[in-house]
């Protein structure tokens, strides 16, 4: 009757093991989404913007009529001639200062996060969730060698399934 209790207890207490090391990597994969998401500093952003209209205007230049097109007695008809081009061209400028401004008004009140820290803060948590899968493969090994059939996550990292022994934390 005592090995019934024994292993009902180390039944329970690898179930409690394991639910608390998934909840917190759980809370963790939460976390390393929120940092993902988190909108980039309103400076990444106008530069953004400013790359954008740099690189419209470039298109738009290339397709500009040269004052060579008016004074050539060859030009071409009144159909090779895009107005749209030149208004566009002339308002490029004002359409990236209007961009400028909903990104501040986008931005404002947001947490904002620049791609040092948020490379940093993930790779933090990356570290801290191989740490808990290398305790979860432990102790999923541990139930396995008295007999226990406990399945693994299937988002499991691999390096902790893999993981020699030696490597698991005891």
């Known amino acids: 009757m005592n090995a019934q209790v024994s292993i009902k207890d180390m039944i329970a207490e690898f179930s409690t093991s394991l639910t608390s090391i998934r909840d917190r990597i759980g809370n963790l994969n939460a976390r390393a989404r929120a940092i993902a998401k988190a909108p980039v500093t309103v400076e990444t952003a106008l530069a953004r913007v400013d790359e954008q209209i740099a690189q419209q205007k470039a298109r738009l230049a290339e397709r500009m009529p040269l004052p060579d097109y008016f004074c050539r007695p060859d030009r071409g008809g009144p159909d090779s001639l895009d107005i749209g081009i030149i208004l566009a061209f002339q308002q490029i ?29 993930l790779a933090k948590i990356g ?17 396995e060698a008295i007999g226990l059939d406990i399945g693994r996550r299937s988002d499991a990292d691999v390096r902790a399934v893999l993981a020699h022994d030696s490597a698991l934390p005891a």
């Not at 400028?100 to 791609?115: F, I, R, S």
């Not at 570290?127 to 139930?143: C, G, K, Y």
């Open 93 to 121: 400028d004002k359409a990236g200062e209007f961009l400028k401004g909903q990104v501040h008004v986008h931005l404002q009140g947001a947490e904002t996060m620049d791609q040092t820290d948020r490379e940093a803060k």
């Open 127 to 143: 570290r801290e969730r191989l740490d808990l899968e290398l305790s979860e493969e432990a102790i999923i090994r541990q139930a």
